[in-house]
């Protein structure tokens, strides 16, 4: 895989959980998938096999286990084109409808499998606290690292063991416009230190995306302080 489609996959894994923040104060919806858009080849095999004129829809690449995607019935490889009427053409649109779904209530998905159109319902829940902070980075425009890359002969570390280093950072995004880089390792939240990925999370969600954060990281020997502004 090249360097370019390794980070368009990884762009489009950041909008992996469908869910966004409604204008009110109620819960955040989750479904708890992650998804990514679809490649042009994809598109085309979706017209040809589905007599689509223009394909369209996100694949759903991971069903996280109990949550209300799984419960639900959705599968790995599903791509959803609607939701209620609304047809869906990109992960951002998904995520704005669920965001104005209520939590609880029967919500309809249709998604396309090898044997055509499915209608799957789905009663949205709402965010567990551990993702809200994941969210949160997303929308400010970049995501932690997942795991320590590997070095020769040793593999790579899972993020629980690691300190919060930022893996991805999305061009024109709120934390590439405010200068926050790759391998940038969050040391503080506001005037809230944080050690791990866990507690990085945590002062991300109690800061909530919509209020200017101010990050204090390390980027070599040197200490920076960086504020994010919601675009």
Do not use: K, N, Y
Request: no cysteine.
């Amino acid at each position: 895989m090249t360097r370019a489609l390794a980070r368009r996959a990884l762009v489009g894994l950041l909008a992996a959980l469908v869910l966004a923040a409604a204008a009110d104060a109620r819960p955040w919806a989750w479904l708890g998938v992650r998804i990514r858009d679809l490649t042009e080849q994809e598109m085309e095999e979706i017209a040809a096999r589905h007599g689509i004129r223009e394909g369209f829809g996100v694949v759903v690449a991971e069903v996280m286990p109990d949550t209300p995607a799984a419960r639900a019935g959705l599968r790995q490889g599903d791509i959803v084109v609607a939701f209620g009427a609304q047809p869906v053409t990109e992960t951002r649109l998904l995520q704005r409808l669920v965001a104005a779904a209520p939590v609880g209530e029967p919500s309809r998905l249709t998604v396309l499998r090898a044997d055509g159109r499915h209608p799957v319902e789905v009663r949205l829940a709402a965010m567990p606290r551990p993702v809200v902070g994941e969210r949160v980075a997303a929308e400010l425009g970049f995501a932690m690292r997942d795991l320590e890359p590997p070095g020769e002969g040793r593999p790579g570390r899972p993020a629980e063991t690691l300190p919060p280093t930022v893996g991805v950072v999305l061009r024109d995004g709120a934390a590439a416009q405010a200068g926050l880089e790759v391998g940038d390792v969050l040391l503080q939240v506001g005037e809230r230190a944080v050690l791990t990925r866990d507690a990085a999370r945590e002062a991300l969600a109690e800061v909530g995306p919509d209020r200017p954060v101010r990050l204090t990281v390390r980027r070599g020997q040197d200490r920076l302080s960086i504020t994010l502004r919601a675009r």
